[in-house]
């Protein structure tokens, strides 16, 4: 027989335990996400460098194969991890946010530069957010990237675009893969 402090301690292991493997699981299928968001992003930068006329073109091809390939992540993965990380949902959500965003850029009437400032700040905001609800590690990596994007719009000259293929990209990327380890 057991007393009740020690049936309340077994209690909070077994929440303590459920909430690290809650984590582990969303830090997994985050992870995977991230680093390949991160490898779009950061050729999306590398287009916007190296031919700035296609930049345009380079990001809807990075969005478009970015929101196809998280569904098809989704997809492919959901049979064994049985959490379901891209619906209709989330694709309304998603597309509410971009529409807000490019609302406030034509209203605010961004330049390039301003625009490459702005885009990674704004969704870095929604990863710091979600690190309230599922870990520090978003918190993180949110408050990095937009720390470094604005060191870089001060302080990296021309080379900006560049600077931002390795802080945004880059920076989802190790991200992505420290997660993995937590």
């Known amino acids: 027989m057991i007393d009740s402090q020690q049936a309340s301690a077994a209690l909070a292991d077994i929440d303590d335990m459920v909430r690290r493997v809650r984590q582990s699981r969303i830090y997994d299928l985050a992870s995977q996400l991230m680093v390949m968001w991160g490898v779009l992003v950061f050729a999306g930068y590398l287009v916007t460098w190296f031919v700035p006329r296609y930049a345009v073109i380079g990001w809807i091809a990075v969005y478009v194969i970015g929101i196809g390939g998280w569904g098809a992540f989704s997809a492919i993965n959901r049979p064994k991890s049985g959490v379901r990380s891209f619906d209709l949902k989330l ?25 490459s400032t702005f885009w990674p700040i704004y969704f870095m905001l929604f990863y710091s957010i979600a690190g309230l609800w599922f870990g ?47």
């Open 136 to 182: 520090y590690a978003f918190i993180v990596i949110g408050f990095a990237v937009s720390a470094l994007t604005v060191v870089g719009y001060f302080y990296a000259g021309n080379a900006f675009d560049l600077w931002m293929a390795f802080v945004n990209g880059g920076g989802l990327i190790l991200g992505g893969l420290w997660m993995r380890r937590s």
């Open 91 to 115: 694709l309304y959500a998603l597309a509410m946010i971009i529409i807000f965003g490019v609302f406030l850029c034509i209203f605010a009437q961004f330049g390039p530069r301003q625009l």
